[in-house]
């Protein structure tokens, strides 16, 4: 069973830039999946930021198009989340997900990781 | 983007009894729809895709209905462990969507 584990800094300085990893264990990042990540602001919904192939092919929602960008280190078996000029309503917490089925729903989730934007 | 609608924000069930959850789409997502548990503390867990299909090793009380615009997740017999909030997702078009989520309470 494929798991997925979020790390990157909790604390995140207005206009700086958000860096996210996720670290994909007992399975490989090269297999035929799609990689995502939502968030969630604190007591609200869920908001599909993106996803990424493991060829590196990208879909980003519109919404943050602009300052979102994704990678795949293979060699690590991780991808990995940037999003630049960041407010407070960046504020949220960060899934990464796993696409099994190259379908856009999401079977295998990462815990989350907090990551509040304040000066 | 589709705009996902969950009637209820919050629903109050006396153990053992039904719990009928609704979600709407603005627009036809098909059976292109997925539902989501996500309990306090914890990240959401997939129950449903393709509207009605259960996911690996969800229990039976849970069940999905609905195309086209009108779906429906109904819980057979609440359990005091099914207390969570459950979101509703669209995946007929990009970007993915949810519902804003409706909180399962017991009663």
């Known amino acids: 069973q494929v798991q997925l584990q979020e790390s990157g800094p909790g604390l995140v300085k207005p206009s700086g830039t958000l860096s996210l990893t996720c670290a994909v264990s007992a399975g490989s990042i090269n297999n035929y999946n799609w990689w995502s990540w939502v968030r969630q602001p604190p007591g609200k919904g869920l908001e599909w930021i993106g996803e990424i192939y493991h060829t590196g092919t990208t879909n980003y929602n519109p919404s943050l198009k602009s300052r979102v960008t994704m990678s795949i280190d293979k060699s690590n078996n991780q991808f990995s989340l940037n999003l630049t000029s960041v407010t407070a309503a960046d504020t949220a917490i960060y899934y990464c997900a796993r696409d099994l089925t190259s379908s856009w729903y999401l079977d295998t989730w990462g815990r989350g990781t907090l990551v509040t934007v304040s000066s | 983007e589709i705009v996902m609608t969950q009637s209820e924000a919050t629903l109050s069930v006396s153990p053992g009894e039904r719990a009928t959850l609704s979600c709407r789409a603005r627009?036809?997502?098909?059976?292109?729809l997925a539902w989501y548990q996500q309990k306090p503390g914890q990240a959401p867990r997939l129950l449903i895709y393709g509207a009605s299909r259960r996911a690996t090793g969800i229990p039976g009380r849970f069940s999905g209905s609905g195309s086209g615009t009108d779906f429906t997740l109904t819980i057979r017999s609440l359990q005091s462990e099914d207390v969570a909030v459950y979101y509703c997702q669209q995946y007929n078009d990009w970007p993915p969507t949810f519902g804003q989520g409706t909180k399962v309470e017991i009663k």
């Open positions: 627009q036809s997502v098909i059976t292109k």
